[in-house]
Nanobody, 124 residues
Framework: QVQLVESGGGLVQAGGSLRLSCVASERTFSLYTVGWFRQPPGKEREFVAAINWSGTTTYYRDSVKGRFTISRDNAKNAVHLQMNSLKPEDTAVYYC?????????????????WGQGTQVTVSS
């Protein structure tokens, strides 16, 4: 079973930046798509971004396009989410997830393994 550990969350002012990281326990992590999701307070979990196994294809929710960048370092079993120009509405618990799929998926039900989440709070 793949274990995922997120880090990099915190409190930042609007307009600031954070870099989230997700590190996996298994080398097979490098073979599959990885997604970032978030759950704002009182709301359902939502898709943020995803990257395919090779890093050649990425996909973002519309509200983060141009501000967030997802990348991966398969040699280190890691995926990162660079978040710039943060807004208060980006406040949420952020989760990384993976499953045994090699295509981009936006539905959280398609992911089998999840990290514990990291809190991102953006103050106005």
């Amino acid at each position: 079973q793949v274990q995922l550990v997120e880090s990099g969350g915190g409190l930042v002012q609007a307009g600031g930046s954070l870099r989230l990281s997700c590190v996996a326990s298994e080398r097979t992590f490098s073979l599959y798509t990885v997604g970032w999701f978030r759950q704002p307070p009182g709301k359902e979990r939502e898709f943020v971004a995803a990257i395919n196994w090779s890093g050649t294809t990425t996909y973002y929710r519309d509200s983060v396009k141009g501000r967030f960048t997802i990348s991966r370092d398969n040699a280190k079993n890691a995926v990162h989410l660079q978040m710039n120009s943060l807004k208060p509405e980006d406040t949420a618990v952020y989760y990384c997830a993976t499953g045994r799929r090699r295509v981009i998926e936006m539905n959280p039900a398609e992911y089998d393994y999840w990290g514990q989440g990291t809190q991102v709070t953006v103050s106005s």
